[in-house]
């Protein structure tokens, strides 16, 4: 199994669409998925009591001590990936998160402010040694100021950007917070528009920079299935037999 975690100092910052927004796309390209919430405002509790299915599972997990045992019995289910939010700040649940994580995502927004709040949260996953990427969230479509916040956070990590920035940025628009609100994830609300399609190229950024690959449960139930419809149909003609020599 494979934790991601998402975390940085600056409340508002997106962890929670992010979290959700590509939970749904690494199981729509194939893998298992829960949804870990170690933030007591409970946006992710929330999310789930809108949603209509129960395809994706919010577990919420409060206590640092309780983090590491439950990833391992998640991890002996046969799990392919977790994905933990975490609360604002950097609390002992969120340090233990980043711990045990294969990756830890930091989001920031396009600001002095943002990119001055992740150095904690950079520290920590330092500390432990757990690979880091910076997310570019909530940005602008275009502007001199992207281009600043994502030197500024090289220059912060010491090193190439192209080792540091999660790509694509993914720009402020409507669809992400609709989504949020009707209980779905944003390539669900809108899954052709432009805000889905930078959320599936994160997942898809995310599974080269771990080295996924999917387990095919969806190619098992259709070899089932089939493999079911041939059982009946052989059962059917072995009864039209029966009948036949009965008679």
Not at 105 to 120: F, G, H, Q
Not at 212 to 231: C, F, K, P, R, Y
Request: glycine fraction near 6%.
């Amino acid at each position: 199994m494979h934790t991601i975690v998402l975390a940085t100092q600056k409340g508002g910052s997106g962890k929670s669409t992010l979290a959700i927004g590509l939970a749904l796309a690494a199981k729509q390209a194939g893998f298992t998925v829960r949804l870990i919430e170690t933030d007591p405002q409970g946006t992710l509790s929330n999310w789930q009591r809108r949603r209509s299915t129960d395809d994706l599972v919010v577990e919420p997990i409060y206590h640092a001590a309780d983090i590491a045992p439950r990833l391992k019995m998640l991890a002996d289910s046969g799990l392919q990936l977790a994905i933990v939010d975490t609360a604002a700040g950097l609390s002992a649940a969120t340090t233990a998160a980043i711990r045990h994580s294969d990756l830890c995502l930091i989001p920031a927004r396009p600001s002095v402010a943002d990119i001055e709040a992740t150095v904690s949260t950079l520290s920590v996953a330092r500390a432990w040694k757990r690979p880091y990427s910076f997310v570019l969230n909530q940005t602008p479509i275009r502007g001199q100021r992207i281009d600043n916040a994502a030197t500024a956070l090289a220059e912060e990590a010491a090193l190439d950007l192209a080792e540091v920035l999660a790509r694509p940025l993914i720009v402020m628009r409507n669809d992400h917070q609709d989504a949020l609100a009707s209980g779905l994830a944003v390539s669900e609300f809108a899954p052709n528009g432009k805000s889905a399609d930078e959320i599936r190229g994160l997942w898809r950024w995310i599974e080269t920079r771990l080295e996924l690959e999917a387990t095919t449960n969806v190619l098992i139930d259709q070899v089932i299935s089939a493999a079911h419809g041939m059982l009946q149909i052989a059962a059917e003609q072995a009864a039209d037999e029966t009948t036949a020599l009965a008679s």
